[in-house]
């Protein structure tokens, strides 16, 4: 059971929005900053997402991130078929002392 | 650009030790940035196992660090991952990572898998 709960499966249609949750707690996302991975299949996971809301350079901007309390939701925005790929989310946490990964959101464009 | 290349054994016995390289080209490990190891089972999501610090500082998740170490060595730019008594739920894709306040720059990862 992950520390971080995200919704094992999202899906949409081309054009659409999609929202991924990300919960947490005061220990992680309540406390430091949030960052989302994505991972194309058969693929490495890829940082999508640092510091909660910022794009590393080469990233698409709709893909934006935002975080409120112990929750960070990783917005997809003119869903794409190349968006079809694994989501994660991860962030440290102070009671574990070390970096935890959501369980991961497997996102279909229908 | 900076780039990680995983090196391991790919196959391992079960009760054996694994040992894992990673290589880092683009970039000094001694200049500073941490290091981490993340592992990925099949067909499941990603489990942080341990980061370290240029300076040699380490941080372990709890759930392994009674049978992980992690390492560096700076002349040759590279960092390592020791795991001892395997068994078959360390079966996973092993990827090294560097490590700012997320993991910035992966490898392609290594799969590992432990047989009885």
């Known amino acids: 059971q992950s520390v971080l709960t995200q919704p094992p499966s999202a899906s949409g249609t081309p054009g659409q929005r999609v929202t991924i949750s990300c919960s947490g707690s005061?220990?992680?996302?309540?406390?430091?900053?949030v960052h989302w991975y994505q991972q194309l299949p058969g693929t490495a996971p890829k940082l999508l997402i640092y510091?909660?809301?910022q794009r590393p350079s080469g990233v698409p901007d709709r893909f934006s991130g935002s975080k409120s309390g112990t929750s960070a939701p990783l917005a997809i925005s003119g869903l794409q078929s190349e968006d079809e790929a694994d989501y994660y989310c991860?962030?440290?946490?102070?009671?574990?002392?070390?970096?935890?990964f959501g369980a991961g959101t497997k996102v279909t464009v229908l | 650009q900076v780039q990680l290349q995983e090196s391991g054994p790919g196959l391992v016995k079960a009760s054996e030790t694994l040992s894992l390289s990673c290589t880092v080209s683009?970039?000094?490990?001694?200049?500073?940035?941490?290091w981490g190891w993340i592992r990925q089972p099949p067909g499941k999501g990603l489990e942080w196992i341990a980061n370290i610090h240029q300076s040699g500082s380490t941080h372990y998740n709890p759930s392994l660090k009674s049978r992980v170490t992690i390492s560096l060595d700076t002349s040759k730019n590279q960092f390592y991952l020791k795991v001892i008594s395997v068994t078959a739920a360390d079966t996973a894709v092993y990827s090294c990572a560097r490590y700012g306040h997320e993991f910035d720059v992966w490898g392609q990862g290594a799969m590992i898998t432990v047989s009885s």
């Open positions: 005061s220990s992680n996302i309540g406390s430091h900053t």
């Open positions: 991860g962030a440290w946490d102070d009671s574990l002392n070390g970096y935890v």
């Open positions: 683009g970039y000094s490990i001694s200049s500073g940035y941490t």
């Open positions: 510091g909660n809301n």
